[in-house]
């Protein structure tokens, strides 16, 4: 059982190309979410979906749009990357219950350098 | 506004107990959670309160008063392994997370 995989694990992009980051679940857990972890910081939500072909806006979209063709695939991207948004990310699951412990599962990261 | 308080860095001998506190303020709430994450790797879920009082996992305890908009983790006979981020994390009235900024734990021998 995988959980819950990232690709890459690290990148090196040059600013103002495209990228995108890639995130694929196996638990079969309705919502997924992005979250971007820079050193003092709490984690900060940039977008989300509770369920396959729906998206919401987090507290840092700006930059970056999401797709959520099915239940497991929830593909981050970059359109035009900026030294800003050198981070980690981190993709995160949850079963999406409606309040309660809605535990999230985390993927190991990806660590983007924007140069 | 929403906001969450923890201490940047701790240090603590291994065997011995340590406390790591959390306040936090915000119009609702739904919960508090803590994760652990060691260095370069994913938080990891380690527990959830929503109502006041402790609750108690093997050598973890996490503690929630929600007039207070407090709560603390307490991890008794330390090991090494336990040096990581606490990650203090609650849920507001739309069951969206506002994640602290960690607390780094160093345990010496």
């Known amino acids: 059982i995988a959980g819950i995989t990232q690709a890459p694990t690290s990148q090196i992009l040059a600013a103002g190309r495209r990228m995108t980051l890639r995130c694929t679940q196996d638990?079969?857990?309705?919502?997924m979410y992005w979250y971007r972890q820079d050193l003092g910081l709490g984690l900060r939500l940039i977008h989300y979906?509770?369920?396959?072909?729906?998206?919401g806006k987090g507290e840092v979209p700006d930059g970056y749009s999401v797709s959520r063709a099915n239940t497991d695939d929830f593909p981050l991207t970059l359109a035009s990357a900026v030294p800003s948004q050198t981070s980690v990310y981190f993709c995160?699951?949850?079963?999406?219950?409606?309040?309660?412990?809605?535990?999230?599962?985390f993927g190991p990261g990806t660590r983007l350098t924007v140069l | 506004g929403q906001n969450i308080d923890q201490p940047t860095e701790m240090t603590a001998t291994e065997g011995a107990i340590v406390q790591i506190n959390c306040t936090y303020q915000?119009?609702?709430?739904?919960?508090l959670f803590w994760y652990q994450q060691h260095a370069g790797e994913a938080p990891t879920f380690l527990s959830y309160?929503?109502l006041d009082g402790l609750e108690e996992k093997g050598r973890f305890s996490s503690f929630l008063s929600r007039s207070k908009g407090y709560s603390y983790l307490l991890l008794k006979e330390l090991q090494m392994k336990d040096s990581a981020s606490y990650l203090c994390?609650?849920?507001?009235?739309?069951?969206?997370?506002?994640w602290g900024a960690g607390t780094k734990l160093i345990i010496k021998p």
């Open positions: 995160a699951s949850s079963e999406g219950t409606s309040g309660g412990a809605d535990t999230q599962y």
């Open positions: 638990m079969r857990h309705n919502a």
């Open positions: 979906s509770n369920t396959a072909g729906t998206t």
């Open positions: 915000t119009s609702g709430f739904n919960g």
């Open positions: 309160n929503v």
């Open positions: 994390v609650f849920m507001d009235s739309n069951y969206q997370l506002i």
